[in-house]
């Protein structure tokens, strides 16, 4: 339905920041980025993948992992099919495979942070911070 490619990540010094970029493209006309939300999950080395943040249809709505500290800014531009994620301060514990996924939805509240819900996934994007 919607196939997602990741963009910017990199090696980057500790304190520093990235922007990911999530590009979006869609199969059918029904189903629109605008219609997806979407969301962005990490997976550091060892460890399980997480829900990072989520940004509904309608941009109002975001949502971030409780155990963030804040650093995270998830946001979307429908007009260009992309959706973004900014890090700032990051940390070496921030060392991960960044991916980003989507789900198509009807609601503008619609949240998940279970990876298992979304049937569209990017391939990633590696970030790695060095101290």
Excluded: M
């Excluded at 990199?10 to 059918?28: D, N, P």
């Excluded at 940390?91 to 298992?116: G, R, V």
């Amino acid at each position: 339905q919607v196939q997602l490619v990741e963009s910017g990540g990199g090696l980057v010094q500790a304190g520093g920041s990235l922007r990911l970029s999530c590009a979006a493209s869609t199969t059918f006309s029904r189903y629109v980025f605008s219609s997806y939300y979407v969301a962005w999950f990490r997976q550091a080395p060892g460890k399980e993948r997480e829900f990072v943040a989520g940004i509904s249809r309608s941009p109002g709505n975001l949502h971030y992992a409780d155990s963030l500290e804040g650093r995270f800014t998830i946001s979307r531009d429908n007009a260009k099919n992309t959706a973004y994620l900014l890090i700032d301060n990051l940390k070496p514990e921030d060392t991960a495979i960044y991916y980003c996924a989507a789900h198509w939805t009807s609601s503008s509240t619609y949240l998940s942070t279970d990876q298992n819900h979304y049937g569209s996934w990017g391939q990633g994007t590696q970030v790695t911070v060095s101290s």
